[in-house]
C-alpha cells in the first residue's frame, strides 16, 4: 500500500527541546503521525504521514467506550556515528498482533508496520536526540473507532504511530528505585489480558500506584491474582532478581507481559553462563534470602525503563533493603550491554539491532 506523505510547513515546524538533560519521558511529540485506516469492507487503507493533528472521533467511538486500545513502546536510537537503529522491532510488531487477536481487533499487516514507522522515524530524524540514554520513543497505536454502544468487536480501526524525544522513564534515573508490594490489587488475573499490550491494564494499576507514590514508592510490585504469594511485575515493567548466583525472572504464565527487554535481558544473561531461572518466585522466598542475605540486585526491565535497579522493597509494613541498597553489578552489566547494542556500540551477537540509516 502507498504511504502518501504531507510535509510539514517548516515553518509550523515545533522547536526542539535545547536541553537534552530535562527530556523526561513522553511529554514531547515530534512533528508528524503515520496513521492507516480499517474496516471490515476495505480492510486497510487511506495509509499517510501527516503533520501531528488531534484526531477526530465520533463519541460514540467503540475503544471509548469499551476498551478496544492496544498499544507498543519502540525506541530509535542514535549512534555515535551518526546511524540510527531500531531494537528488535518485529517483537512489537508481532506482539501488537498478538494483542489485537486476543481483543478482537484487526490485524496489521506487518510490512505496512514496518515500512510506516522506518518512513515516520526517518523523516522525523532530527527529533533523535543524541545524549546518553536519550532516544526517540516511539508509541504504535491501535483504536476502535465504529460508532456503536452493543458491547461486539469494532468493525472499524485506526493504528498510529506517534514518537517524541525521551531521557530516563523514573525520575531517579539509573539510581536504585523503591517499590511496594500491594497485596490488596492486582494488575492482572491468568485468563485475563495481563499478557497483552492493552490500555486497560494500565488504568487498572494506576490507583495502587498512587498509593505507592503517596507513600513514597516510585512503583508497584505486583503479586499474582489468586494467591497474592508470587511476583508478577513491577510498575510497568518485567521484574528480576538476584538470587545467590541466579537470575529469577517469572515465567510467562498469561498475566504476565512477554517483555521484549525481559526476553533479550534472559538471552544475554544465558550467554554469558549466567543460571536463569524462568520460575515462580515467592515473597516468602524473597524475604528469606534478604534474611540470609543471598538477595543480591532486583531490576525492572521494559523499553521505557531499559533495566532499571531496585533498591528497596517495601513489605507488611517492613522495609527490606536489597544487596547494600545500591546498584548490582549484574544489573549494570546488562544495562550497558543492551545500551551498546541499542546505540550501535557493541557487537551484535543475537542481530537485534535494525539499522535504518
Ligand atoms: C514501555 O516500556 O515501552 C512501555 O510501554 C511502558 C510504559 C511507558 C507504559
Redesign the pocket.
Known sequence: MKIKVTKVDPEQMKPKPEDESQLGF?KIFADYFFIVEYDREKGWHNASIEPLRPLSLDPAAMCLHYGQEIFE?MKAYRGKNGSIYLFRPEENINRMNRSAKRLCMAQIDNDLFMEGLKKLVLLEKDWIPRGAGTSLYIRPTMIATEPALGVHPSGQYIFYIIAGPVGA?YPEGFSPTKIYVSEKYVRAAQGGVGDC?AAGN?AASLYAGQEALEMGYTQVLWLDARERKYVEEVG??NIFFVIGDDLITPPLSGSILPGVTRDSVIRLAKSWGVNVREERLSMDEILSSSADGTLKEAFAS????VVSPVGQIYYRGSEYIIGDGSTGPLTEKLYNEILQIQYGEKEDPFGWRVKIS
Do not use: H, L, R, V
Not at 521494559?302 to 525503563?305: D, E, H, I, V
Open positions: 513522553g513502546g522513564y499490550k494500565y510497568t515493567s521494559g523499553t521505557a525503563a
